[in-house]
């Protein structure tokens, strides 16, 4: 198994631009989430889904879409990159049962200017 | 979720055994003590959680007092690939939701010396 998967690990975006992260598990996890991690700040959450064709907004969703069509991927998409959205996004899975561990991806160092 | 407080970082000698403490004073019966750790420029890695139990897996053990207020992590031989920030988080044990949300405050730097 690979895990979590997540693409790219590094970007350099222009404000304005629009860009998807990817993430994808082979784990068959119903659960997937991005949280994005700031200095001093921890690890925030941005979106969130229970399963295919769920989302939910975290405490921190405004700027950011996403969509589950498939069990395997959650892309994140930033609409219109801001540079308060430069930052460490990760994405992160678990199975769908309660106080189960959570797997996180390697993470996208996003840069914006 | 309760909060936690840990030591802002430590030190272990390497093939030493690392014990990392965390205050948690205000947690209730229903939350469950989760250890994870993050090596530079990666994401998060679990290691353990416990509700009030000590549990042992193959990397950890997490050591939890009796009124369950604190706990202690341990790494029994350490290496220089352990040197990371570990993270103690309390959280209630829940079905699904944002409620899944782990809350890792500033966590401890461990330094593993070789």
């Known amino acids: 198994n690979a895990g979590v998967t997540q693409t790219p690990k590094f970007q350099v975006l222009k404000t304005g631009q629009s860009m998807t992260l990817q993430c994808a598990q082979d784990?068959?996890?119903?659960?997937m989430s991005w949280y994005r991690q700031d200095p001093g700040m921890g690890l925030r959450l941005i979106h969130y889904s229970v399963g295919a064709g769920i989302t939910d907004q975290g405490e921190v969703p405004n700027g950011y879409n996403v969509s589950r069509s498939t069990t395997e991927d959650f892309p994140l998409r930033l609409l219109s990159a801001a540079p308060s959205q430069t930052s460490v996004y990760f994405c992160?899975?678990?199975?769908?049962?309660?106080?189960?561990?959570?797997?996180f991806g390697s993470g996208t160092q996003l840069s914006v200017l | 979720d309760a909060k936690t407080t840990q030591p802002t970082s430590m030190d272990c000698a390497e093939g030493r055994a690392a014990n990392l403490p965390c205050n948690h004073s205000t947690i209730s019966g229903n939350e469950y003590v989760y250890w994870y750790r993050q090596i530079h420029s990666q994401g998060p890695q679990y290691i353990i959680h416990g509700l009030k139990n000590n549990e042992t897996n193959e990397m950890a053990s997490l050591i939890i007092t009796e009124d369950r207020k604190s706990s202690t992590l341990i790494l029994p031989h350490a290496t220089l690939r352990d040197t990371a920030v570990y993270y103690c988080i309390v959280r209630v044990a829940v079905l699904s939701g944002s409620a899944r949300q782990l809350t890792f405050g500033s966590g401890t730097q461990l330094t593993v010396l070789p």
């Open positions: 992160a899975s678990s199975t769908d049962r309660g106080n189960e561990k959570l797997f």
């Open positions: 784990m068959n996890h119903e659960y």
